[in-house]
Protein backbone atom coordinates (compact mmCIF):
# COMPACT_ATOMS: atom_id res chain seq x y z
CA UNK A 1 0.00 0.00 0.00
CA UNK A 2 1.57 3.11 -1.10
CA UNK A 3 1.16 6.03 1.38
CA UNK A 4 1.83 10.25 1.31
CA UNK A 5 2.53 11.43 4.63
CA UNK A 6 3.12 14.35 6.49
CA UNK A 7 4.27 15.71 9.42
CA UNK A 8 1.10 17.09 11.24
CA UNK A 9 1.40 20.23 13.96
CA UNK A 10 -0.57 21.89 16.47
CA UNK A 11 -4.01 21.80 14.07
CA UNK A 12 -3.94 18.34 13.91
CA UNK A 13 -7.50 17.25 14.90
CA UNK A 14 -8.74 20.15 11.79
CA UNK A 15 -6.19 18.33 9.99
CA UNK A 16 -7.23 15.05 10.52
CA UNK A 17 -10.63 16.30 9.70
CA UNK A 18 -9.67 17.37 6.14
CA UNK A 19 -7.68 14.19 5.65
CA UNK A 20 -11.06 12.06 5.94
CA UNK A 21 -12.78 14.61 3.64
CA UNK A 22 -10.62 13.46 1.03
CA UNK A 23 -10.79 10.14 1.96
CA UNK A 24 -7.71 9.32 3.54
CA UNK A 25 -7.32 7.89 6.92
CA UNK A 26 -4.81 9.55 9.43
CA UNK A 27 -2.48 6.62 11.12
CA UNK A 28 0.37 6.60 13.55
CA UNK A 29 2.85 4.20 12.96
CA UNK A 30 5.22 3.31 16.04
CA UNK A 31 8.87 2.49 16.27
CA UNK A 32 11.47 4.46 17.08
CA UNK A 33 9.46 7.37 16.67
CA UNK A 34 5.74 8.05 15.95
CA UNK A 35 4.96 9.77 12.78
CA UNK A 36 1.99 11.08 11.75
CA UNK A 37 0.78 10.14 7.72
CA UNK A 38 -2.08 9.09 5.99
CA UNK A 39 -3.07 6.52 4.12
CA UNK A 40 -6.29 5.77 1.17
CA UNK A 41 -9.44 5.41 3.31
CA UNK A 42 -10.86 2.89 1.10
CA UNK A 43 -7.93 0.56 0.87
CA UNK A 44 -7.38 0.74 4.47
CA UNK A 45 -10.81 -0.35 5.04
CA UNK A 46 -10.73 -2.81 2.96
CA UNK A 47 -7.39 -3.99 4.73
CA UNK A 48 -8.89 -3.86 7.88
CA UNK A 49 -11.72 -6.59 7.56
CA UNK A 50 -8.82 -9.18 7.94
CA UNK A 51 -7.70 -9.69 11.80
CA UNK A 52 -4.47 -8.51 12.36
CA UNK A 53 -3.53 -7.59 9.13
CA UNK A 54 -0.05 -6.94 8.13
CA UNK A 55 0.26 -3.35 5.88
CA UNK A 56 3.34 -3.10 3.87
CA UNK A 57 3.60 0.90 3.31
CA UNK A 58 5.75 2.25 1.05
CA UNK A 59 7.98 5.52 1.15
CA UNK A 60 7.89 5.55 5.44
CA UNK A 61 11.31 6.80 6.11
CA UNK A 62 12.57 6.23 2.04
CA UNK A 63 11.55 2.19 2.09
CA UNK A 64 9.09 -0.18 2.55
CA UNK A 65 8.21 -1.34 5.57
CA UNK A 66 5.37 -3.85 7.19
CA UNK A 67 3.56 -2.75 9.93
CA UNK A 68 0.52 -4.06 12.36
CA UNK A 69 -3.18 -2.19 13.08
CA UNK A 70 -2.91 -2.06 16.98
CA UNK A 71 -5.77 -0.41 17.78
CA UNK A 72 -8.76 1.71 14.84
CA UNK A 73 -11.33 4.47 15.94
CA UNK A 74 -14.61 4.65 14.20
CA UNK A 75 -17.07 7.42 13.59
CA UNK A 76 -20.36 5.57 15.81
CA UNK A 77 -22.63 7.05 13.49
CA UNK A 78 -20.88 6.61 9.67
CA UNK A 79 -19.09 4.06 10.55
CA UNK A 80 -15.58 5.61 8.32
CA UNK A 81 -12.11 5.25 10.30
CA UNK A 82 -10.92 8.51 12.12
CA UNK A 83 -7.83 6.66 12.76
CA UNK A 84 -5.26 4.18 12.91
CA UNK A 85 -2.31 3.19 15.27
CA UNK A 86 0.46 1.03 13.41
CA UNK A 87 3.49 -0.60 14.75
CA UNK A 88 6.22 -1.27 12.83
CA UNK A 89 7.05 -5.12 12.83
CA UNK A 90 10.52 -6.90 10.74
CA UNK A 91 9.89 -10.54 9.41
CA UNK A 92 11.04 -13.00 12.53
CA UNK A 93 9.93 -10.50 15.10
CA UNK A 94 7.68 -12.02 17.63
CA UNK A 95 4.62 -9.97 18.33
CA UNK A 96 1.24 -10.59 20.80
CA UNK A 97 -1.72 -10.54 19.53
CA UNK A 98 -5.45 -11.09 20.13
CA UNK A 99 -6.69 -13.93 17.33
CA UNK A 100 -10.27 -15.41 17.29
CA UNK A 101 -11.54 -17.85 18.72
CA UNK A 102 -13.63 -20.32 15.88
CA UNK A 103 -15.58 -22.34 17.25
CA UNK A 104 -17.30 -25.39 14.96
CA UNK A 105 -19.56 -28.39 16.02
CA UNK A 106 -22.56 -29.24 17.81
CA UNK A 107 -22.91 -29.91 21.90
CA UNK A 108 -24.59 -33.23 22.58
CA UNK A 109 -28.03 -32.84 22.49
CA UNK A 110 -29.77 -31.25 25.61
CA UNK A 111 -26.67 -29.04 26.41
CA UNK A 112 -25.77 -25.36 25.85
CA UNK A 113 -22.73 -23.97 24.50
CA UNK A 114 -21.86 -20.67 26.92
CA UNK A 115 -18.02 -19.01 25.31
CA UNK A 116 -16.50 -16.77 27.80
CA UNK A 117 -14.13 -16.04 25.26
CA UNK A 118 -14.26 -15.23 21.82
CA UNK A 119 -10.57 -13.98 21.38
CA UNK A 120 -7.36 -15.32 22.60
CA UNK A 121 -3.98 -13.76 22.79
CA UNK A 122 -0.88 -15.15 21.67
CA UNK A 123 2.74 -14.69 20.75
CA UNK A 124 3.38 -15.60 16.83
CA UNK A 125 5.75 -14.02 14.21
CA UNK A 126 4.78 -10.96 12.50
CA UNK A 127 4.17 -12.93 9.32
CA UNK A 128 2.90 -16.07 10.54
CA UNK A 129 -0.29 -14.54 12.68
CA UNK A 130 -2.85 -17.00 12.45
CA UNK A 131 -6.02 -16.31 11.45
CA UNK A 132 -8.41 -18.04 14.04
CA UNK A 133 -7.74 -20.24 16.84
CA UNK A 134 -10.17 -23.32 16.16
CA UNK A 135 -12.08 -25.40 18.60
CA UNK A 136 -14.30 -28.38 17.71
CA UNK A 137 -17.21 -28.65 20.47
CA UNK A 138 -18.64 -31.55 18.45
CA UNK A 139 -20.11 -34.10 20.80
CA UNK A 140 -19.11 -32.50 24.06
CA UNK A 141 -20.87 -33.49 26.95
CA UNK A 142 -22.61 -31.41 29.65
CA UNK A 143 -20.25 -30.19 32.17
CA UNK A 144 -17.11 -30.71 29.90
CA UNK A 145 -15.05 -27.29 29.54
CA UNK A 146 -12.28 -26.15 27.60
CA UNK A 147 -9.28 -23.69 29.17
CA UNK A 148 -6.75 -21.71 27.34
CA UNK A 149 -3.89 -23.97 27.78
CA UNK A 150 -5.76 -26.40 26.25
CA UNK A 151 -6.18 -25.05 23.11
CA UNK A 152 -4.23 -26.81 20.01
CA UNK A 153 -2.29 -23.66 18.78
CA UNK A 154 -0.13 -24.08 16.00
CA UNK A 155 3.07 -24.44 14.77
CA UNK A 156 5.90 -21.31 16.26
CA UNK A 157 2.04 -19.77 18.14
CA UNK A 158 2.60 -19.56 21.84
CA UNK A 159 -0.37 -19.00 24.11
CA UNK A 160 0.16 -15.35 25.98
CA UNK A 161 -2.92 -15.54 28.21
CA UNK A 162 -3.67 -17.61 31.08
CA UNK A 163 -3.83 -20.95 30.87
CA UNK A 164 -6.48 -21.28 33.85
CA UNK A 165 -8.69 -19.11 31.32
CA UNK A 166 -11.90 -20.42 30.59
CA UNK A 167 -12.77 -20.32 26.78
CA UNK A 168 -16.36 -22.19 26.93
CA UNK A 169 -18.34 -24.78 29.09
CA UNK A 170 -21.51 -26.72 28.14
CA UNK A 171 -24.34 -26.10 30.42
CA UNK A 172 -27.70 -28.06 31.12
CA UNK A 173 -30.23 -26.28 28.66
CA UNK A 174 -33.35 -25.13 30.69
CA UNK A 175 -36.15 -26.95 30.33
CA UNK A 176 -39.72 -25.65 29.45
CA UNK A 177 -40.52 -25.87 33.03
CA UNK A 178 -37.59 -23.88 34.33
CA UNK A 179 -37.96 -21.17 31.47
CA UNK A 180 -41.71 -20.84 32.69
CA UNK A 181 -40.54 -21.05 36.70
CA UNK A 182 -38.10 -18.34 35.62
CA UNK A 183 -40.35 -16.04 33.77
CA UNK A 184 -42.98 -16.62 36.42
CA UNK A 185 -46.75 -17.37 35.96
CA UNK A 186 -48.71 -15.46 33.92
CA UNK A 187 -52.84 -14.81 34.92
CA UNK A 188 -55.02 -16.46 33.63
CA UNK A 189 -57.29 -14.05 31.44
CA UNK A 190 -61.17 -14.07 33.40
CA UNK A 191 -63.61 -16.49 31.84
CA UNK A 192 -67.01 -14.48 33.13
CA UNK A 193 -67.28 -10.59 33.32
CA UNK A 194 -68.09 -9.63 36.47
CA UNK A 195 -71.44 -8.93 37.83
CA UNK A 196 -72.12 -5.42 39.33
CA UNK A 197 -73.52 -5.15 42.69
CA UNK A 198 -76.57 -4.56 43.53
CA UNK A 199 -77.66 -0.70 44.69
CA UNK A 200 -79.54 -1.10 47.84
CA UNK A 201 -83.16 0.22 47.07
CA UNK A 202 -82.80 0.22 43.65
CA UNK A 203 -85.64 -1.90 41.78
CA UNK A 204 -84.07 -4.59 39.43
CA UNK A 205 -84.17 -4.26 35.72
CA UNK A 206 -86.59 -6.14 33.62
CA UNK A 207 -86.52 -6.42 30.07
CA UNK A 208 -88.76 -4.19 28.02
CA UNK A 209 -92.52 -5.13 27.59
CA UNK A 210 -93.92 -5.62 24.09
CA UNK A 211 -96.15 -2.91 22.87
CA UNK A 212 -99.88 -3.89 23.34
Known amino acids: MKESYRARGPHRRRAAYRVRQGGRAPRAPHGTETRHVTLPGHELLLALKTPNVLIQVEGLAGRSQLTL ?10 GHIEHVDLILVRRGEKVTVEVPIQVTGEVEPGGLLDQQMVRL ?30 LDLPSGVTLAAEPEALVLHVLAAPTAEQIEAELGEVPAAEEEATVPESVPGAEAATPDEPAG
Do not use: L, S
Request: no cysteine; hydrophobic share 50%.
Open 69 to 78: PKAVQRDPIR
Open 121 to 150: AVEAEATQIPQGIAVNVAGMEIGAAVHAGE
